[in-house]
């Protein structure tokens, strides 16, 4: 297209509400616009970019077997109330009434639309395995909507539904999934990492969310710098320690120290003049109503989701004073496991701990040279702590390091929590009636176009991978109104466009710098520099905005450069 | 793609409640589902129609310069306020509020979104002219939802905007997706007109409804036999009459006649033994508030746009007695131009009318032997009536003929209406500001296949154009289970699908004419039969579904002959 007809208002200005690159460098570009809080329209350059992760995703989903549909986004509250979820979705679930004062909600995923869609169509095994998706407009009324696009109110979102008739069915849709997702972010050139997350009460092994690389992302993950494992923070396991033979001579005697004022770990660290490792935290819970005592070395924290996936509970919340007194016949900050009257779990921190201190129940004091299978006994030794740099992979043993990412992706395994609420049922090969079983699959559409630009940028602007590009090539005359070069100008921009190239001729009577810092800003992998000097020759310059690198090539051999750059981009592997 | 892992539930029977006939067949071929009044899902099959349209859209738009945006459906009041919509747009307008009690619409269009937008990012007549746009999501809360996706709720839209700096400039503007629209509609495969429609209050003589041919219609359109005039019934002019020589001395005499009860037209002519082409008809308007008289002629209605466009007036609606009254000295039904106290307009149907009756102003007397310019006069002689069949047109003189369509697309010039209300401004060449003049130009998408339906289908389901199939081709192996009708069926398919025809195998385990029903009622355009018998002379039979013509290539040729025939289809003009 001609710059001068494209709608592309960019702008040297980092626009001051902006707070990471990817929204700044959004609006600089003329990608988005702000039209209330959360909510964003596209402008033609940011919406090409759209389509582009959408055809992507429209391809490797087509071909991993699902099917397109398209579904409302006003939802009629009865569904939800099948679900249980008009009640529990919260404040982000936008309610509304229509003009008869019928109950509605602007959908925030669809589990209930299209389970009740399956329901009624679907009534055999015969008709299953399926798997169902769209591209759709989601609402979700963010509290504090940031970040542009990242985290907004109004987006666009792929999900996608699978159903089928049995466990193995179930795993099979699901290894299709994480597979397509796999082609899926790499054809949109990104570096990311499958990485295991956490599926909560829901149950089942299989969740992964798919994290586009990059310093500034939200979620910190782990990795293992030897094998494959990665998972999201709050997920990540970290290995069985090897048990220490603990001689019971070496145990000391078990010592009741006065410790006025002393309650959080650094006050009694420093009073007893003891290392934070040698003393263990004993945090009491609230499961549900009932308590349970965690102990944690004193350098460590408690990963409360480990906490309520090994007890199963439905809600945890660290108890109050009055549990705390009941448990510990004591205040606040001096709980430990000595004759404590609760149920006790330990983190492997502290299974090779000997003469440790803990609180002695009793306000003021703490112990000294506590040991386990002498003064307590724990329930277990398991794994309930936040993972730190360094600590040990749960596969292979090696190091577990840190990164942060951007969650795009996200394939989940939902059992029969929707199907069984909402009796989606069929009729087995047997005849029996059987649930079925569901799996989710998310990817967000806009916020995958701004976790690839904070993947991809530099001081001048965004740098596109060629599959996103919304254009692959600008040609830049340096001066339009010099007869030869704009010939040659648009010579080379007829025969690219005859041959298929994405490309913009920026025909605007502007000086050749401000031309050049527009082309950078919005990304442009490629740029065809039309001069003078160059043309005399012959010759035209070809600029690779990823590198910098500059190239010159006969004219007439320039568009044919150009193509064989962009496929092979698109293809690398052809 | 093979029909055994087709999500694709087929129906025979009629669903209950739907009383038009693309509603039905879309029920019954799988293509969409109720989720609640006036909202509809999208299954696999009808969701490739919408694509195809939206593709098809997508083109032709971008080719006349148009460029693709994508505006939140979200909208927050402020905006409408700037537009005075809030308050005037009424209960079509959804409204809620977010968790901060903030006020927020359902977007039923996007003048105000669009307009914003432009008016940020817009400064210079160099950044003109523009056309934004988008397929998008919309909602209206229609009071009685009806017909299917035809008169819905939550529907898709194509919507587009554009900016001029002047009149000129905007004419243009109007005229490219005028031909836009026209290529659209053809390249669907429909039957259309683009018929002439009222612009209201707006203004401007720009205003066309695109109308898709169809006895099913909802809107009543009128056409000239001889030339290309067409309009809606509301719009449909009527050429001026000749006007005759009257010879005053022909006039008989005035004379009041007591009609005791006789008040309509039927019971006045009865009474008096008159043919209602002899009675002139006086209507009472109150137009913003002032009185004006409408003379139409017996077996004539006033067709009240008209009246409104010549007053010129925001409102219009017949007097109420109080106005009747004053205006009279009557009671309603004895109005009549003689000594009537208001101003008198009149249609052309009263021009050559002498000796004609009217109400005397008095209860229960009516003249006759009334006649204008003797007994009063006229402020005008004008088109003030609904146009019959075989009037005369108002182009050529030629005789109008009725028929009824379905409207897929209107192309609106809006003037300045919301550029004025929210200062979209720019600085012209001489640097003095000015208000862009606006077009805003839409197309039903959900609404295009619905009409397309209901051009094209018989007893037996759809017959779909070959643009917006959502197959090209449907295999129909006679048996499964025999295997060599299974091998070159697999072989036919695969050929197929290398060369990009879009193609079902219907692979299923059913008796043959179960899936001929199928493939009639699903409308694909061309059926490939396989059968033992034809095989075995090495042939394969060929259906047209929408002429039934069977024929039979050898099964060498069968790929390659489908493919002549798509193509032919799909470019009837190469």
Redesign the interface.
Known sequence: MRY????L?TAREIPSDAEVTSHQLMIRA?MI?K??SG??????LG??V??KVEQIVREEMNRA?A??????????VELWQESGRWIHYG??L??????HE?EYC?GPTHEE?IT??IR???KTY??LP?N?YQIQ?K?R?E?RPRFGVMRC??F?MKDAYSYDADEAGAEKSYEKMFVAYNNIFNRCGLKFRPVEADSGSIGGKYSHEFMVMADSGEDAIVFCEKCAYAANLEKAEIGEPEKKNIAEKDWLSLESVHTPDACTIEEVSAFLKVKPQDIVKTLIYNADGKSCAVLIRGDQDVNEIKVKNYLGTAELELADEGMILKVTDAPRGFAGAVKINTRVIADYSVMNMINFVTGANKQDYHFKNVNIGRDFNVEAFIDLRVAQENDSCPRCGGKIKFARGIEVGHVFKLGTKYSKAMKAAFLDKDGQEKIMIMGCYGIGIGRTVAACIEQNFDENGIIWPMPLAPYQVIITPVNINEEEVMKASESIYASMLACGIEVILDDRDERAGVKFKDADLIGIPIRITVGQKNLAQGNIELKIRKTAENRLYPLQKIVEEVKALIDQELNPAA
Do not use: A, C, W
């Not at 099917?67 to 009629?76: A, D, G, R, S």
């Not at 936008?94 to 003009?99: G, W």
């Open positions: 001068s007809e494209m709608h208002p003329g616009r039209l209330t909510i964003y329209s596209y402008l033609p919406y090409r759209i389509r077997g099917q397109e549909v398209h579904l409302p986004m006003v939802q009629p404040k982000e936008l309610r509304f009434r229509d003009r019928r602007l639309v009740d869609l009624n169509d679907i015969r008709q399926r169902l407009t609402f009324d509290v109110r109004e666009g």
